[in-house]
């Protein structure tokens, strides 16, 4: 039995694929890569796979149905495998661009549907890693800054923030909650182009 859920919330399908909302997907396939966790088991709702994280037994999952209803998926695996915990990872507007932030359960969505979906679904008590995709441009409405796809410049900042993050979730699995806020919760590294001092 895992002693850690990992979902990332996104859309499926390649049309969302490389999209900002797609970050919780894009942070699930760096760990299975990582630490070879292969997502081959399918239910209606969730792709997911089982293996060990800093030899600790994880689940990785994806859901497979829209953003706005992931908890029903989310609440269907965590009822099944009966993890100690639960960590959802999802995009957030309200960081900045790179920028990745772990905190223990309680609290609203923040606006997020998809994490929302997941409080109506198992409560709001379950670990957030956010991933900044930061703010649209004046005049872009949010939907489709949100379902738009990473631009050139900001692909290397949000492989950065995934990089990071997936260095958080295996601190958080081996160590506990607090390092993993140790090692996310400070300033991102510096973008290309961003002012030295």
Do not use: K, Q
């Not at 997941?118 to 995709?133: E, N, Q, T």
């Amino acid at each position: 039995m895992p002693g850690h859920l990992v979902v990332g919330l996104g859309n499926p399908g390649p049309r969302y694929r490389a999209t900002r909302h797609n970050a919780g997907f894009l942070l699930i396939e760096r760990l299975a890569s990582r630490w070879d966790i292969v997502l081959d088991r399918t239910d209606p709702s969730v792709v997911w796979g089982e293996g060990r994280i800093a030899a600790v037994p994880v689940a990785l999952a994806e859901p497979t149905t829209l953003m706005n209803a992931s908890g029903n998926a989310v609440a269907a695996l965590a009822r099944a495998l009966g993890p100690g915990t639960v960590v959802i990872a999802f995009d957030d507007l309200d960081l900045p661009a790179g920028a990745v932030r772990v905190r223990g359960g309680g609290g609203g969505s923040g606006g997020h549907r998809g994490v929302a979906s997941v409080i109506d679904a198992i409560g709001p008590d379950f670990v957030r890693v956010r991933l900044g995709i930061g703010r649209p441009p004046p005049g872009a409405e949010t939907i489709d800054y949100v379902l738009g796809d990473l631009t050139a410049d900001e692909r290397p900042v949000i492989e950065g923030a995934i990089a990071r993050a997936a260095e958080g979730v295996a601190t958080l699995v081996a160590d506990g909650l607090e390092a993993a806020m140790r090692l996310c919760n400070g300033p991102p590294p510096l973008a290309i182009g961003d002012p030295i001092g």
